[in-house]
């Protein structure tokens, strides 16, 4: 029985480790862009409004305490209110500015939801599909503001 016990123990870690995401569903890898965020604070959060529900990280550099630099969200949209919102899919998005202060778009990307190693795809600047990912992390980044101001830069 103790042996039993372990292989399932292995085979669960294991699938845990081929999904390569956290307890709270994001994933551990991020895209090569970015770079190592291991050292960054972190305030993360949970929302539900009646239009969306899901989950938030956004990071603060060491260099750059008054300012994310890096959000990362995963919504589910409840009532879309387009076809492009109908059209978008759950799951995990990325934002970044690589270069704070400069006047270029932010980086984004949607994270592949095919089981197996984390896929990152970006979401090109000047596309509809980019156009939404901004619009609705305002929104994740309004639901979040509207919350004490407990634990934020």
């Given at each position: 029985?103790?042996?039993?016990?372990?292989?399932?123990?292995?085979?669960?870690?294991?699938?845990?480790?081929?999904?390569?995401?956290?307890?709270?569903?994001?994933?551990?890898?991020?895209?090569?862009?970015?770079?190592?965020?291991?050292?960054?604070?972190?305030?993360?959060?949970?929302?539900?409004?009646s239009r969306a529900k899901?989950?938030?990280?956004?990071?603060?550099?060491?260099?750059?305490?008054?300012?994310?630099?890096?959000?990362?969200?995963?919504?589910?949209?409840?009532?879309?209110?387009?076809?492009?919102?109908?059209?978008?899919?759950?799951?995990?998005r990325l934002v970044f500015?690589?270069?704070?202060?400069?006047?270029?778009?932010?980086?984004?990307?949607?994270?592949?939801?095919?089981?197996?190693?984390?896929?990152?795809?970006?979401?090109?600047?000047?596309?509809?599909?980019?156009?939404?990912?901004?619009?609705?992390?305002?929104?994740?980044?309004?639901?979040?503001?509207?919350?004490?101001?407990?634990?934020?830069?």
């Amino acid at each position: 029985m103790t042996r039993v016990l372990a292989v399932v123990l292995v085979l669960l870690l294991g699938a845990e480790a081929l999904t390569q995401t956290d307890t709270a569903g994001f994933a551990t890898v991020l895209p090569a862009g970015v770079g190592d965020v291991s050292s960054w604070a972190v305030v993360s959060g949970d929302f539900e409004t009646s239009r969306a529900k899901g989950a938030y990280r956004f990071y603060v550099s060491p260099k750059r305490q008054a300012m994310y630099q890096l959000m990362r969200y995963d919504i589910q949209i409840l009532l879309p209110e387009n076809d492009l919102e109908r059209g978008r899919l759950s799951g995990e998005r990325l934002v970044f500015a690589a270069r704070p202060g400069t006047r270029e778009p932010l980086l984004c990307w949607k994270r592949d939801t095919a089981p197996g190693p984390v896929v990152w795809r970006p979401v090109p600047a000047g596309t509809d599909a980019y156009r939404l990912e901004m619009v609705t992390l305002i929104q994740v980044l309004a639901v979040h503001n509207s919350l004490p101001r407990a634990g934020r830069p």
